[in-house]
């Protein structure tokens, strides 16, 4: 997996069994760093007037570096490359439209994930599953959030409200009422989680630093309340799901205007990270009651931004370490296990979350 915040790639192995439902128990996680140069690349072709070239260069470079990532990680963890059965794989997500737009006299959907399948396949000698989101959006679905399939195995209870609330680049949830039914959860993006954030300390520190460490210059500056006021009434924030967010709304247009406002950028990043919690607080109670917030992604190691969420919050506010998922392998296992529902050929799309007509087969295989 590798997600919206360009960060890094991240890899989960994964034991699973079952037949009518899959069990899961983690093995081995890594996290790989993108090179700078990659990273600054991805940012040049997302959602940007860019080069078929880049695009096409980039899609095979990925490949490369996944497969590379999936023979290190084995190689670190010791688990024996050739004991893999199967490896599944988000790609590089440099475009998500999920709502139709006009398009050449008509209405097109569309998403474009990079990092060429084939390549993983043949380096590593593993079947390859990628591509997961298209065949929702055939199906009208939005594409997003996937998760939530996951999330309802991870996290559902006979006795209380959860809420799995993943804070990546985009902030998404998941909310799963007492002893529901896959069908009875609520799920979708809820606004930008990092990706503001990360955009702003890059732009204040000339590139040396890629994200606000602990929260700590938030903490230490002043929110400002005009700002994040404008902020709140984002006509994103108001609409009911299905829907999901990415560069295309809270990209770098939308950075570049707050910093044209002249604000001072500690100020802009306190108000960032002020607006993230607001997202995620608001629409979480317009969705459900929670009796618990469960977070995981890179969210969870910003304190401030977690202390803000708890005190903003009525239910408690806690890591999925918690409950025994590490926040940083939860979106990478989400894509083992969808891959696994995908070779079985059972539907792992949730219509309810994404709005597609009906549950289908996600994902195409590479062998």
Known sequence: MSGTSLDAI?????????RAAPRFKMVAFHSIPYPRNVRAALLG?????????????????????????????????????????LIGMHGQTIYHEGEPAEYLGRKVASTLQIGEAAVVAERAGVPTISNFRERDMAAGGRGAPLAPYVDYL??????????ALNIGGIANITAIPAGGKLEDIAAFDVGPGNMVIDA?????????????????????????QGLLDSMQRDPFLARTGPKTAGR???????VSGLIATGIPL??????????TVYAAVSQIYRTIEPDEIIVSGGGVHNRWMMRRLQQESSAPVASSARFGVDPDAKEALAFAVLAY??????????????????????????S
């Open 341 to 366: 529902e995908s070779f079985r050929l059972r539907p792992a799309n949730v219509p309810a979350a994404t709005g597609a007509r009906r549950a289908v087969v996600l994902g195409k295989r590479s």
């Open 45 to 85: 072709v997302s959602n940007t007037m860019t080069h078929t070239a880049a695009i096409s260069r980039l899609n095979f470079l990925l490949g490369e570096l996944y497969a590379e990532a999936v023979i290190d990680t084995c190689r670190r963890k010791r688990v024996p490359l050739k004991s893999l059965d």
């Open 266 to 275: 500690p100020d802009l990043i306190a108000t960032a990270t002020e607006f």
């Open 154 to 163: 991870l996290f559902r209870s006979r006795t209380r409200n959860r809420v």
């Open 10 to 18: 991240d890899v989960a192995i994964v034991d699973i069994t079952g």
């Open 200 to 224: 702003l300390v890059s732009h204040m520190t000339g590139g040396r630093e890629a994200c606000d460490r602990d929260g700590l210059i938030a903490r230490g500056a002043k929110v400002h």
């Open 248 to 254: 295309e709304q809270f990209g770098q247009p939308f």
